[in-house]
């Protein structure tokens, strides 16, 4: 490959991490908007009902509502994810390669290993905004179910809050398993380390120290 095809292909690369970043910029943005969104509907129900201008059963409106936002909130997440995956695993190699430059796009790499376990926290702290404001609105309204129209609101409440934890749960596998994944990777490499010397390979820099973590 010729310079100027190094140079182009390098623009291509360096363009699609931009559009890349633009697009995980965007969707945390949204993701705010949604929590904001949820935040201000789970306020003004619970203010109409304790200022009694609201039965206590309009809070059977906040399962449907939370597992509406909730669900596309965890889909805005594996977008991000997958996203940072995308520039970590992919296009950083590509640019490293015709850069010549290993350090460059280390960004995903460098959050992971110093957020540690921030995005568990994240992650616990959205179930508690989003299943855990259903859960509590069914718990609050279910003595006061009446007749069959109470009572099939409650369940359809009940659906959704199932459903907006199976969301959360896959989350949070994704993420003990990552988490597993990083804290076994240090034992594989003491392990595989006599193999790969004795193919005289040379030493890493940085001392066998992954740089294609698993970023979430």
């Known amino acids: ?16 991490a931009a559009a890349i970043r633009a697009t995980i910029e965007r969707k945390a943005n949204h993701n705010q908007a949604l929590v904001g969104v949820h935040l201000t509907a789970v306020a003004a129900v619970a203010g109409f ?9 309009m809070f059977l409106l906040l399962p449907v509502l939370s597992a509406a936002l909730g669900l596309s ?30 350090g460059l796009f280390g960004w995903e790499a460098f959050y992971w290993q110093r957020k540690h376990d921030g995005h568990v926290a994240q992650a616990l702290a959205m179930g508690m905004i989003f299943p855990g404001v259903s859960v509590l609105a069914l718990a609050v309204t279910f003595p ?14 009940a659906v959704m809050l199932l459903i907006l934890i199976g969301a959360w749960s896959n989350r949070l596998r994704e993420m003990v398993r990552a988490r597993w994944a990083q804290f076994r990777a240090p034992a594989r490499r003491r392990t595989n380390e006599p193999a790969r010397r004795t193919t005289d390979e040379p030493a890493r820099s940085d001392g066998g120290a992954s740089r294609t ?3 979430i």
């Open 73 to 102: 909130v965890v889909s805005q997440y594996r977008d991000i994810r997958i996203a940072g995956q995308y520039i970590e695993q992919v296009l950083r190699p590509t640019i490293a390669r015709y850069t010549s430059e290993p």
């Open 144 to 157: 006061g179910i009446q007749g069959a129209g109470d009572k099939l609101a409650w369940a359809v409440g």
């Open 49 to 57: 009902v304790l200022s009694e201008k609201a039965d206590i059963r």
């Open 213 to 215: 973590p698993t970023v």
């Open 1 to 16: 490959m010729s310079e100027e095809q190094k140079g182009r292909a390098l623009e291509a690369a360096l363009a699609d």
